[in-house]
């Protein structure tokens, strides 16, 4: 028995196109991000699948994206569970910077720990009056607040992610649900980490494109089985589209810090 799982990272979302760190700041997709998450949504229905529910964070570049997929496999129908565990990774005080500055004012060797190691947290939000505090959202009113994040490293975002994986939607595809998840570059990061057993080292250099299916096939202990002869590696699931087009959009991720 195996089960098939997509994973979506969001489409191009304006702060995206503006190069600033996102995080938990809740910015729109572009109307580019519009037409990647239809391309992607429209890639799944040519090759035949459809869902039976979905799963997506509280933040409207990942929502619209799922219920643009959704309505691209003529599955609009499907239950769609929200959660702030699926979240982007709280990117601290970095939310709101250009990338490329910050590289400027901290070197691109600490921006690069920021971004991609595995237990280096960027600074932390501590001015409660910060704009970005998700404290002051409505959204997260009824989340205690001491489980809110002021900043999060990849590892206190698997610390999230994987409980709410386990709990809630692995039970969703032992049931035989077609189960879709539309997240963010590093909630799906940490969520491969752990389906994928992919190193601290390897996970570093781990890039998802916006807008791009993430097709899994699960065995019956949910471990993924690799897609014969992907490119993909250390995945073991497989992106559904050109392979060079999403390998330019991989680095495109990769790249943002670099000089302009
Ligand atoms: O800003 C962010 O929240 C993330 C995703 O857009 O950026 P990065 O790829 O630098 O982790």
Redesign the pocket.
């Known amino acids: 028995m195996t089960y098939t799982l997509v994973l979506m990272r969001h489409g191009e979302?304006q702060?995206?196109v503006e190069n600033?760190?996102?995080?938990?700041?809740d910015v729109p997709l572009t109307e580019k991000g519009i037409a990647e998450a239809t391309e992607a949504g429209q890639n799944l229905a040519a090759s035949g699948y459809e869902f039976d529910c979905a799963f997506t964070s509280f933040q409207k570049r990942a929502i619209k994206t799922c219920f643009i997929t959704l309505e691209a496999t003529d599955s609009l129908f499907v239950p769609v569970q929200k959660s702030w565990k699926l979240n982007?990774?709280m990117?601290g005080n970095?939310?709101g910077m250009n990338?490329g500055e910050s590289v400027e004012t901290y070197g691109a060797d600490k921006v690069l720990i920021w971004?991609?190691s595995f237990d280096v947290p960027p600074p932390n939000m501590e001015d409660p009056n910060h704009p970005y505090n998700p404290a002051k959202e409505r959204k997260y009113a009824s989340i205690p607040k001491e489980e809110l994040p002021t900043t999060e490293c990849l590892k206190d975002c698997i610390e999230r992610v994987v409980p709410y994986w386990e709990n809630d939607i692995v039970p969703a595809i032992k049931s035989g649900k077609r189960v879709l998840i539309a997240a963010?570059?590093?909630s799906l990061?940490g969520l491969v980490k752990y389906l994928d057993d992919i190193s601290e080292d390897d996970i570093l250099k781990l890039?998802?494109p916006?807008g791009v299916a993430l097709v899994y096939t699960l065995d019956e202990n949910m471990k993924p089985i690799t897609a014969e002869g992907q490119p993909y590696a250390p995945l073991k699931g497989s992106y559904l589209g050109d392979v060079a087009d999403i390998q330019g959009r991989i680095n495109g991720?990769a790249n943002?810090?670099a000089k302009k």
């Open positions: 979302s702060w995206n600033k760190f996102t995080g938990w700041v982007e990774r990117y970095l939310q990338k971004r991609r963010h570059g590093n990061r890039n998802i916006t991720v943002q810090t």
